[in-house]
């Protein structure tokens, strides 16, 4: 028998204490939000076929069903189009590869998922427990110390606090962060009859990526659940997902309603100084300012947002790093590999690495081979597929850079980028091409055996 010590209670971290538990596996989460309702509220993840085969496998059935069900509608196109709202590239089901229902993406609100992964484990996590650091032991324990003098002795330490993690930081202390240049401006704008009539029925029902001069660019999501505004399982949407929305626990802490996610992005350069400290209307004055020239309707978007939902994003990534010793510590999620967006696979690696580890320390659990070589396999596999996402995350938000390029070099390369997007929009097999190779990357993954 050993005991796991889990720093975080995010997506990686809860769905590794969902996955040790139903093991049988003696399991301690501690988060330094307060209570469960803290935390990014109502922002979504994208969700692929590796992140639903890891809470397939991690969640009990009830949960998953739960988790499918309070997922927003699935996009229907991928768009791309001028900031003046001309379409460059349009791909929807007429070209997309009839899949499983496994396989399909799924949209989900972080909090919302947040607050499944926390269904049926209130009792080993705690909070308002802010980690400051571990001291591993002479009898092979390790024992985490918090900022209120409290303390936790475990057989291991996962480090699963993101991006800005102080397990990795004393662990692995060469493992650093790498700046992108780019700067996110995000926010969210409830969905209403007023803010639906502003935007093109193919965005409502996609994913969009909008671009404008000097590269600056905006990705827009609509959001629809199946609940309404007052929290009550919309009609028409089957008995079995209202029943289990209706029944849901955590459904009591969410605050998701149907919105509309923004999320603009500019080279560093362009931005003030002070944009990390900005927040809420100031955020949303700031992007008025920089779309001076956008589609009235997408500037009305961004005016009509919700004020407390707006925030600035350092886009960073990490750089994969050598082997390192194998101990009674190790990391997952954001905490080892954090990734740009570029790629949408963040939140699937992470989930990818709580499914890993969980079968890896279910065979140690069972005394099928030692602690620590479970945690050595683990890291081996994990590594492959994690430092292969980082670069090829990297490699496309470098493509992105280029854009944000404000002289003749930027110029000429988002004119042929426009270009080349008109001429495969026109081309059904190549533009078939292009969706199954995106799709082919997202939730590829195998079972790492």
């Not at 980082?390 to 493509?399: D, E, F, I, L």
């Amino acid at each position: 028998m050993f005991h796991v010590l889990i720093i975080g209670a995010g997506t990686g971290g809860l769905c590794l204490a969902q996955g040790l538990k139903r093991a049988g596996i003696s399991v301690a989460v501690y988060e330094r939000d307060r209570t469960r309702r803290d935390g990014l509220q109502g922002y979504r993840v994208g969700i692929d076929a590796d992140g639903k085969r890891a809470l397939k496998a991690n969640l009990a059935p009830d949960l998953y069903d739960t988790f499918i069900a309070t997922c927003a509608q699935r996009p229907a196109y991928g768009n791309q189009l001028t900031h003046k709202l001309k379409f460059l590239f349009s791909a929807g089901p007429e070209v997309s590869t009839a899949k499983e229902d496994d396989e399909q993406d799924e949209s989900v609100s972080r909090m919302t998922l947040r607050q499944v992964l926390l269904t049926g484990v209130e009792d080993v996590v705690h909070f308002d427990k802010e980690f400051v650091r571990y001291e591993r032991r002479p009898d092979g324990k390790v024992t985490a110390h918090f900022s209120d003098g409290s303390r936790a002795t475990g057989d291991l330490l996962v480090g699963a606090e993101g991006a800005w993690s102080k397990v990795r930081a004393q662990y692995l202390p060469h493992a650093k962060l790498v700046e992108t240049g780019l700067i996110g401006l995000t926010g969210k704008t409830p969905l209403t009859p007023e803010t639906a009539a502003l935007l093109p029925q193919r965005m409502i029902e996609g994913v969009s990526l909008v671009h404008g001069p000097k590269g600056f660019m905006c990705i827009f999501h609509v959001m629809r659940f199946k609940w309404d505004a007052d929290g009550r399982p919309k009609s028409g949407i089957g008995a079995t997902d209202a029943q289990a929305i209706a029944n849901w626990p955590g459904m009591l802490y969410d605050n998701s309603r149907d919105y509309i996610m923004w999320g603009f992005a500019a080279a560093e350069r362009w931005l003030p100084k002070d944009v990390s400290g900005m927040r809420g209307a100031e955020i949303q004055r700031l992007v008025l300012e920089m779309t001076s020239d956008w589609h009235p309707d997408l500037r009305r978007i961004f005016e009509l947002g919700d004020p407390g939902s707006s925030f600035p994003l350092t886009i960073r990534t990490s750089e994969p790093i050598a082997p390192w010793q194998t101990t009674n510590v190790t990391l997952i999620g954001d905490a080892i590999h954090t990734m740009t967006p570029g790629r949408g696979v963040g939140a699937n690696t992470a989930l990818r690495d709580a499914r890993l580890l969980t079968r890896n320390l279910a065979r140690a659990h069972r005394g099928e081979l030692p602690l620590l070589e479970a945690v050595h396999d683990y890291e081996t596999k994990m590594t492959a597929y994690a430092w292969d996402a980082v670069v090829k995350s990297r490699a496309q938000m470098n493509g992105h850079s280029v854009l944000h390029d404000g002289g003749f070099a930027g110029s000429l390369a988002r004119a042929g980028m426009r270009t080349a997007m008109r001429v495969m929009n026109r081309i059904p097999p190549l533009k078939r091409r292009i969706v199954d190779a995106e799709s082919g990357f997202r939730g590829a993954g195998r079972d790492d055996d």
